[in-house]
């Protein structure tokens, strides 16, 4: 999991967290702005991890192969 996606899965999760304060202290309808953010955040933690699996899936996996090797051969230099 890239940052990005993490610190939306904490954003979804603090707000789901502000939205049950919320709604015990007032009414649904004064929370519902914090529900609609909660959700919105995992729509686009969703978006973005679905976006980012399909790039990977993109590339093939013997380019993947020859990256690796080269970074051994880099490594091996040092």
Do not use: H, V
């Not at 999760?13 to 502000?18: E, F």
């Not at 093939?60 to 192969?65: M, V």
């Amino acid at each position: 999991m890239k940052l990005n996606e993490t610190l939306l899965l904490a954003g979804a999760a603090g707000a789901l967290i502000i939205w049950i304060a919320e709604y015990q202290r007032t009414t649904f309808l004064d929370s519902y702005p914090y529900l609609m953010m909660c959700l919105g955040l995992l729509f686009t933690f969703q978006y973005i991890r679905n976006k980012r699996l399909q790039r990977e899936k993109a590339i093939s996996p013997t380019i993947k192969q020859m990256a690796a090797d080269q970074k051994k051969k880099k490594k091996n230099k040092q």
